[in-house]
């Protein structure tokens, strides 16, 4: 089929104009390809790691190790998507400033999340014999600015506790979109 942007359009989902290289804080959410659970499971609301999980574990911690402007908040990996909180410590606009469109802007919340996602997917589909495939993640990923302190810290507690409501998460495979609806109009 060939292109249609009737058919084929894809909204932006990054702030026109932002330089998401500039320090600050980003909330970060990447999703497994098609919402699969294939990190683990959630056994009394705390998350248990597979082997599959603690790749995207280690992975993540290791993120500053590569990006030396980055710093990691608070994380979660759940079994099919990770939340975290990414602090760009220093902006690194200097190493951007002869660079093209569609150059990739080096140390930008797109390309740490790129370099994750590709590590990741390449140590996954060793252990899993899948090489050249891409069956970890879906192709984008969803960030927001956090803009303030009070943001900050709901966004953490939000995180924190990810794991604790995973029984009636939308992102839980296990649960119809009625069971949803139903176990959040409980009153506990």
Request: overall charge positive; hydrophobic content about 35%; aromatic content about 10%.
């Amino acid at each position: 089929m060939s292109y249609n942007p009737e058919i084929h359009h894809r909204q932006a989902i990054r702030l026109k104009n932002y330089d998401y290289s500039q320090a600050g804080a980003y909330f970060i959410t990447i999703c497994t390809k098609q919402k699969q659970c294939i990190f683990g499971d959630i056994k009394n609301g705390k998350m248990r790691f597979n082997a599959l999980g603690s790749i995207a574990d280690k992975y993540w911690q290791e993120i500053p190790e590569h990006f030396p402007n980055v710093a990691l908040d608070v994380y979660t990996i759940m079994p099919n998507h990770l939340h975290g909180i990414l602090l760009i410590i220093e902006s690194s606009q200097n190493n951007n400033k002869n660079r093209k469109f569609g150059d990739i802007v080096i140390g930008s919340i797109s390309s740490i999340v790129r370099s994750y996602k590709a590590i990741v997917t390449k140590k996954i589909n060793k252990i899993c014999n899948t090489k050249g495939l891409s069956v970890v993640w879906q192709s984008r990923y969803y960030e927001q600015i956090v803009r303030d302190e009070q943001a900050l810290i709901n966004i953490k507690s939000y995180i924190i506790n990810n794991p604790l409501n995973w029984d009636i998460d939308e992102e839980n495979p296990k649960i119809d979109q009625y069971q949803h609806d139903v176990l959040l109009d409980l009153p506990f």
